[in-house]
């Protein structure tokens, strides 16, 4: 599997320079006013320097709760009925910004 993901992946930035990155980085860590400008960001524990490659991973926020938390209560084909949909439309938002 691994080998097979290096195919897809660009090595161009694998050495930096390296970008900030946060795994918790989610809806609920963003501060915003009442125009919704955003006026701060909390919650930097996880936040480090990451290849520009991480920045295409698929957040787990987009489902508004962790993933284990609804294969736990629902199960992983309830999970990915969820997820799926989700992804596509951050694929699309991806490629538009690309």
């Not at 996880?46 to 629902?74: E, M, N, V």
Request: hydrophobic content about 45%; some cysteine.
């Amino acid at each position: 599997m691994k080998a097979a993901a290096l195919n897809f992946i660009d090595r161009t930035d694998n050495y930096g320079p390296f970008k900030l990155f946060c795994d918790d980085l989610c809806p609920g860590n963003v501060l915003v006013n009442d125009s919704l400008q955003v006026t701060g960001v909390v919650d930097w524990e996880f936040c480090y320097a990451a290849p520009a490659q991480f920045a295409g991973s698929i957040p787990w926020w987009l489902l508004l709760d962790r993933p284990h938390t609804i294969i736990d209560k629902k199960g992983a084909g309830d999970f990915l009925a969820e997820f799926l949909p989700k992804a596509e439309v951050f694929l699309q938002a991806l490629q538009q910004r690309e």
